[in-house]
């Protein structure tokens, strides 16, 4: 029973063709996440959804957006695709944005040519 | 600024073993603090989620302890297996200062069971 679910697992994308990497999830959480992890890093919150309301971390670059149309999906699409954006990319949620448990999914490992 | 550190980056020890994994933290006011298991290529998987105000929390072979006022926790693995093999990372919630609202993660210490 896969609460959240992200799709494509894998994908590879060319340099500076834009990709959208697609989450949604069955747990009628209110808050959505995306993450950026590098190989042996830690997870780098990216920005996230409580709701509608969107909320970018700062140093978050330009070139990575994210859509949320309803309460299950939430995309995240990167403009023009650099090496160095190469990673895995995880999507998570939570019932409310006040410290409450964080739920991932598998996760989409994102290649760039 | 929260910062969160997890020595070792890797452990490994013979099947059977009980180990400690250590997680330290700079700003002692956390909110909470979640450990998660992460497999080569996977997402993080939830283990255990202590709230400020307790002190541990335990499901089976694992027990997460807490101690706010020298910033840090521990994930205690009894009787290890092979399936336990994985890198385990934890995480402090802030709901005040510069990092108020979001969760910082350690990098990890990578776990290896042998059998």
């Known amino acids: 029973d896969a609460m959240v679910i992200q799709n494509p697992r894998y994908q590879v994308t060319q340099f500076g063709k834009p990709v959208t990497l697609s989450c949604s999830q069955t747990?009628?959480?209110?808050?959505m996440y995306w993450y950026q992890q590098k190989s042996s890093q830690a997870p780098k919150l990216l920005f996230h959804?409580?709701?509608?309301?969107?909320?970018n971390e700062a140093d978050t670059p330009d070139n990575f957006q994210s859509r949320r149309p309803n309460t299950s999906f939430c995309f995240l699409d990167i403009r023009s695709p650099g090496l160095g954006d190469a990673a895995m990319y995880l999507c998570?949620?939570?019932?409310?944005?006040?410290?409450?448990?964080?739920?991932f999914g598998p996760g989409t490992r994102l290649t760039v040519t | 600024k929260q910062e969160v550190t997890q020595i070792p980056a890797a452990l490994s020890v013979p099947e059977g073993e009980n180990l400690v994994l250590n997680c330290s933290f700079t700003?002692?006011?956390?909110?909470?603090l979640q450990w998660f298991r992460q497999d080569p290529g996977k997402g993080l998987t939830s283990l255990l989620l202590?709230?400020?105000?307790?002190r541990e929390q335990t499901s089976g072979r694992l027990n997460a302890s807490l101690d706010k006022s020298s910033g840090r926790s521990t994930l205690y693995i009894a009787a290890s297996q092979p399936g336990d093999s994985a890198t385990y990372l934890c995480?402090?919630?802030?709901?005040?200062?510069?990092?108020?609202?979001?969760?910082?993660f350690g990098d990890g210490t990578t776990l290896t069971v042998k059998p």
């Open positions: 998570a949620t939570s019932r409310d944005p006040k410290g409450d448990e964080q739920y």
């Open positions: 747990l009628n959480h209110n808050v």
């Open positions: 959804y409580y709701d509608k309301d969107f909320n």
């Open positions: 700003d002692s006011a956390i909110y909470n």
């Open positions: 202590i709230q400020s105000s307790q």
């Open positions: 995480a402090a919630y802030d709901r005040r200062g510069t990092n108020a609202g979001k969760s910082t």
